[in-house]
């Protein structure tokens, strides 16, 4: 989500009223919006490693076998490939590429979409990932980028979209549905192609399978965008060979999305969820619910005491914005006091996830054996 999240209420000002705070030349210099919003492609294949790479040998059957209808439990392999993938999405395409032919999907097509328009807070990032022989696909969502003001803009920007399933709506939050929505056709074209069994990479050149397989996931933001995806899949007839495909969606740290009652068409989408959610990790619990009220949905899992547990309740709605700045203010406390504190947002950060994820025995991306 945001790494500066005790700015946020001033930067909700800021979106609502650019004037009274500053006026809007001083919004223009802040965000950037001299920039012309843009659609972009960005394609890259990926290569073989040398040792201590892969780090899963044989990776695509493990994939595939991960989750099948007599098989719908959290796969900790698929769990570590998906967390890597998300952190990861906040890198550009060749970094993504090369990490992912470390994890083990070597000989992969990637393809990096791309959507920015500053003055409507949209900063939307997906990479799809395909496998060598065509039948694995993750699309990896990216989150928040710590650095990007207009990125918090639209995490604060949280009002009450409506998304229709079926017959029945439910209200999400605004700002990261339009950020689905701005790359949404760009995913989809390059999700029929594999499901027409052609390269992300290169679309003349096909390959020995089509889709079989579709995990979606993100950290933070990513993790919301992978959800609302997700159920737009289950509202569009248009779309039910793509979401016929989809076997989970996997998140870290994934901010609250959606209100309640979540309507029965989405009730699929929500038995293939899975969330990861660290100890401490504030983000899980906001929007704060003087925002708005905004629900979980899926099966969560809480990371303690060196292992991920199934969690019978999801992580509760923060109450009290008092937390914000206490969360941030833990980034610089001492190793004890941050260990102490309820929350902190340094076990928001990417890499902490991506480490409990990482099974005993396992190299890391980088090559190290811890």
Not at 90 to 102: C, F, G, K
Not at 119 to 136: D, F, K, N
Not at 216 to 233: K, Q
Not at 257 to 272: F, M, N, Q, S, Y
Request: glycine share 8%; proline share 5%; with cysteine.
């Amino acid at each position: 989500m945001v790494f500066l999240i005790a700015v946020i209420d001033g930067a909700r000002a800021l979106a609502v009223d650019p004037v009274a705070c500053g006026g809007h030349l001083l919004s223009y210099c802040l965000l950037g919006i001299a920039k012309i919003g843009s659609m972009s492609l960005d394609r890259r294949m990926g290569t073989r490693c040398g040792r201590p790479f892969p780090i899963y040998e044989n990776l695509v059957p493990e994939l595939l076998a991960a989750h099948t209808p007599d098989r719908a439990q959290r796969d900790a392999t698929l769990a570590h490939v998906l967390g890597i993938a998300a952190g990861y999405a906040y890198s550009d395409v060749e970094t993504l590429s090369t990490i992912m032919s470390r994890v083990g999907l070597e000989d992969h097509a990637c393809v990096r979409v791309a959507q920015t328009v500053d003055a409507m807070y949209i900063y939307s990032t997906a990479y799809l990932v395909q496998s060598g022989c065509g039948r694995v696909v993750i699309l990896a969502y990216r989150g928040t980028e710590p650095t990007n003001l207009g990125n918090w803009l639209a995490d604060a920007d949280i009002g009450t979209a409506s998304l229709t399933l079926g017959n029945e709506a439910v209200g999400v939050h605004a700002g990261f549905y339009r950020n689905v929505r701005a790359t949404r056709a760009g995913v989809i074209d390059q999700l029929r192609l594999a499901l027409n069994g052609k390269s992300v990479s290169a679309p003349d050149q096909p390959l020995e399978y089509p889709m079989q397989d579709l995990y979606v996931t993100g950290h933070s933001l990513g993790g919301a965008m992978a959800a609302l995806f997700s159920l737009t899949l289950a509202a569009s007839a248009e779309h039910s060979a793509i979401a016929d495909t989809l076997r989970a969606v996997y998140t870290f740290g994934q901010p609250l999305t959606a209100g309640e009652p979540l309507p029965e068409v989405a009730h699929a989408i929500a038995r293939k969820t899975f969330r990861h959610v660290n100890t401490g990790d504030l983000v899980p619990a906001l929007p704060p619910a003087a925002w708005g009220r905004f629900a979980h949905f899926g099966r969560e899992y809480r990371y303690a005491d060196g292992a991920w547990r199934e969690s019978d309740t999801p992580v509760a709605q923060l109450e009290s914005v008092r937390e914000l700045p206490r969360s941030l203010f833990a980034l610089f406390a001492p190793e004890k006091s941050r260990e102490a504190a309820r929350y902190s947002m340094s076990r928001h950060a990417p890499h902490h996830y991506i480490e409990a994820l990482r099974p005993k025995g396992r190299v890391t991306e980088f090559g190290d054996q811890e």
